[in-house]
């Protein structure tokens, strides 16, 4: 079974500065697609960024970009010019391709990190 | 747009009692994923359906059941409640032969006393 680790509990950032979260996960399967979400307190779970396993390229949405490392099977998170509005849990997510029956595969979490951002 | 609808949005149960929480997913989507999120804990995958049939299963006690409707909205059955069953609870839906992003609903806060 697939696992996803996040090893940074909690972190944070100054205002207008850069954080990097990390996280790794184990597969034996060669194309599957991997997620960041943001859960705000809210408790709303949020699509930040997506990265399919076959593209080499790292995604990128405005201010968010990943670092995807497929041998070394790592996909962080960059934030560039953090904002009070991105303090949040992140939860990076693993998903394999579709089912052969139908439908799409279940997310597998990992544990998230905690963002604070400090004015 | 459109999202997912969850209802109730809130719920409080005693032990022991039976609850059902409701999913409407994103019109054309044909795939539901139910999801549980304890206190301070990531979400954990419970069932999901495609086309009205069961797709995948996961943790699910069997104290709970689902179903998917012909109109494609979803229902978790929950009886014999305990108090570990007080979490937040997600559903998601997705379109089966596109993207496949799953979008989230707000979810049901269970608390069961």
């Known amino acids: 079974a697939q696992t996803v680790t996040q090893s940074q509990p909690e972190m944070s950032v100054q205002e207008a500065e850069t954080v990097t979260l990390s996280c790794t996960y184990d597969t034996s399967e060669s194309d599957y697609y991997l997620f960041w979400y943001k859960q705000p307190p809210s408790r709303q779970m949020i699509l930040v960024i997506r990265?399919?396993?076959?593209?080499?390229q790292n995604a990128t949405e405005n201010r968010f970009s990943v670092n995807f490392q497929k041998a070394a099977k790592s996909f962080s998170l960059k934030i560039s010019d953090s904002q009070l509005g991105d303090a949040a849990m992140y939860f990076c997510?693993?998903?394999?391709?579709?089912?052969?029956?139908?439908?799409?595969?279940?997310?597998?979490f990992g544990k998230g990190t905690k963002l604070t951002v400090n004015p | 747009a459109a999202g997912v609808i969850q209802s109730p949005r809130h719920l409080i149960k005693e032990k022991r009692e039976t609850a059902t929480l409701k999913c409407y997913p994103i019109p054309r989507h044909d795939t539901v994923y139910w999801y549980q999120q304890g206190p301070g804990q990531d979400p954990q995958f419970l069932i999901s359906f495609y086309e009205k049939m069961q797709s995948d299963k996961g943790s699910i006690p069997d104290r709970f059941s689902a179903q998917q409707f012909s109109d494609y909205h979803s229902e978790l059955n929950m009886s014999s409640l305990e108090l570990g069953d007080s979490a937040l609870y997600f559903c998601?839906?997705?379109?089966?032969?596109?993207?496949?992003?799953?979008?989230f609903g707000p979810g049901t806060r269970l608390t069961v006393l």
């Open positions: 997510a693993y998903r394999s391709p579709k089912l052969t029956q139908g439908g799409s595969e279940k997310l597998v």
């Open positions: 998601a839906s997705s379109h089966g032969t596109t993207y496949n992003e799953q979008f």
């Open positions: 990265q399919e396993a076959y593209k080499q």
